[in-house]
């Protein structure tokens, strides 16, 4: 699985667009990058994957250039409540793969009124 | 979406005795389902990797015989941590993945913060 690198902490306000940018340069080709969200004592929850370009739903976008030694998550307007710790993971998750997830320090985001 | 049960949230046991954590897909079939650790401020690290109908996979430096793990059906995968000691205190999470869902499909339950006093 290739390593990461994520900021060990952000901050940011309510209402701004946040961006985490994650270092994968050794990611193969096969490889999805995944970003989870975890809240203190909760379990992580699952944010968005792409493989390149763009990718968009209603919680976050994921901007992935075209050499993918990088991907940005970006979160519109947070709030308060998008305080957790973001990880992102760098894998091949087939469906019919049963490996478990390698997940590296996380970027502890801390959204501030 | 696929949901994953783990029960309890929280347990309080005895230095010495044993706790059994329980993990449930409920709705989806799992035949693989995976056990992971958090300490305070750290990140998870994976323990073992729970087969349906087979032995564990335990992650190096993880005793097998400490970390009991059973996966008797398709839905229901148990970690039994056994003689625990107050250095057996975390947060132990599980995941199970609906295969059908590619890599989206890797699903965490809530976790059981364990203290061992």
């Known amino acids: 699985l290739a390593k990461t690198t994520q900021p060990i902490s952000m901050d940011s306000y309510e209402g701004q667009e946040v961006n985490i940018t994650c270092s994968h340069n050794?990611?193969?080709?096969?490889?999805?990058i995944t970003w989870y969200q975890q809240f203190p004592s909760q379990g992580p929850r699952f944010i968005i994957q792409g493989y390149k370009t763009k990718v968009t739903n209603e919680v976050a976008s994921l901007f992935i250039p075209a050499d993918r030694k990088s991907s940005t998550l970006s979160l519109p307007r947070v709030s308060l409540s998008d305080t957790a710790v973001y990880y992102c993971?760098?894998?091949?998750?087939?469906?019919?793969?049963?490996?478990?997830?390698?997940f590296g320090k996380g970027t502890h985001l801390i959204i501030q009124p | 979406g696929a949901v994953v049960s783990q029960h309890p949230s929280r347990v309080i046991c005895k230095s010495g005795t044993s706790v059994k954590i329980e993990c449930r897909s409920l709705?989806?079939?799992?035949?693989?389902m995976f056990w992971y650790r958090q300490f305070p401020k750290q990140s998870l690290m994976l323990m073992a990797t729970?087969?349906?109908?087979?032995?564990?996979?335990?992650e190096q430096g993880v005793e097998k015989d400490k970390f009991l793990i059973n996966h008797a059906s398709l839905t229901l995968s148990t970690l039994t941590v056994t003689s625990a000691h107050p250095e057996d205190s975390s947060f132990y999470i599980c995941?199970?993945?609906?295969?059908?869902?590619?890599?989206?499909?890797?699903?965490f339950g809530s976790g059981t913060r364990l203290t061992v006093v």
């Open positions: 709705d989806f079939q799992a035949t693989t």
């Open positions: 993971l760098v894998g091949f998750y087939s469906g019919g793969g049963a490996d478990g997830l390698t």
């Open positions: 729970s087969n349906e109908g087979s032995k564990a996979t335990y």
């Open positions: 050794n990611i193969a080709t096969n490889d999805y």
């Open positions: 995941s199970a993945r609906d295969t059908g869902r590619g890599g989206v499909g890797y699903t």
